[in-house]
């Protein structure tokens, strides 16, 4: 799965080695190191 967003003024930039979470309330969580950009 695929999970694209946007981002609100003033968030940084990501960089390999940085951990993505996505949390849907109530349901799941999912953590992932970006590898690539």
């Not at 003033?10 to 970006?34: K, N, P």
Request: avoid cysteine; aromatic fraction near 2%; glycine fraction near 10%.
């Amino acid at each position: 799965d695929l999970v694209l967003t946007g981002t609100p003024a003033g968030v940084a930039q990501i960089f390999q080695g940085d951990m993505v979470e996505v949390e849907i309330l109530g349901h799941s969580i999912v953590r992932s190191t970006v590898t690539a950009l």
